[in-house]
């Protein structure tokens, strides 16, 4: 069974800058997250799909960033425009259902902002 | 809001040795618990879950967890570590009314010293 996919895995822009990165959940999986690691913190998440409909996203800073999932299965998020603490991990990951069922994380992308 | 403490950032034990990582959580209700680790370079792996039932779980790779209520406490422990263990350990709550939530505590780097 293939994990969850992320790409780019590592990427710098200066601030001001747009920046979008991708995720391709596990096959089958309806809900799908975007968290944000900053350096020495837990994953905080940002925004919660359930199929294609958001769930949760009453933590992501909406005049920058956005997230979409428009068939239900991959999944992207943008930044626009980038600031310096913005630099972070940021994880997808899914689960088969909404109601905790594990969710299956992928490798993330580490974003740079100078 | 649920939230979780993990007081120790970081901890150095023999390898061979015991282990145990520290996790309180704060939460209205009966929460969902769980402990992931996360190696250099990847996303997070879930190691063991707590829903109901036995306070005492066991996990993958030889962990286990044990519930204690009247201490709000979810700590992990081995009883005998592998120098592959090094890595950073998250323990998480989940709102048992919020879809899926989780949220994790800011994470103790375990070193393994050979």
């Known amino acids: 069974e293939a994990g969850v996919a992320q790409s780019p895995r590592y990427k710098i822009i200066e601030k001001r800058q747009s920046v979008a990165f991708w995720c391709n959940p596990i096959?089958?999986?309806?809900?799908l997250y975007w968290y944000q690691q900053i350096l020495g913190q837990g994953p905080k998440l940002l925004i919660q799909?359930?199929?294609?409909?958001?769930?949760?996203d009453s933590q992501l800073p909406k005049d920058r960033f956005s997230a979409e999932r428009l068939k239900g299965v991959d999944s992207t998020l943008k930044i626009q425009p980038a600031k310096l603490e913005d630099s972070a991990v940021y994880l997808c990951?899914?689960?088969?259902?909404?109601?905790?069922?594990?969710?299956?994380f992928g490798p993330g992308t580490r974003l740079t902002v100078t | 809001a649920q939230s979780v403490t993990q007081p120790d950032i970081h901890i150095t034990v023999s390898e061979g040795a015991s282990l145990e990582l520290r996790c309180n959580y704060s939460?209205?209700?009966?929460?969902?618990l769980f402990w992931y680790v996360q190696s250099p370079g990847q996303g997070l792996q879930l190691l063991l879950k707590?829903?109901?039932?036995?306070?005492l779980v066991q996990g993958i790779k030889g962990f286990e967890a044990e519930f204690k209520r009247s201490q709000s406490s979810f700590n992990l422990r081995k009883p005998s570590v592998h120098w592959s263990d090094a890595a950073e350990y998250f323990c998480?709550?989940?709102?048992?009314?919020?879809?899926?939530?989780?949220?994790f505590g800011t994470g103790t780097q375990l070193k393994v010293e050979l």
């Open positions: 990951a899914s689960s088969l259902r909404q109601t905790f069922y594990e969710q299956y």
């Open positions: 096959s089958g999986h309806a809900t």
């Open positions: 799909f359930q199929n294609n409909g958001v769930v949760d």
């Open positions: 939460y209205g209700a009966t929460p969902y």
């Open positions: 707590y829903f109901s039932g036995d306070t």
């Open positions: 998480a709550v989940g709102a048992t009314g919020g879809g899926n939530k989780l949220t």
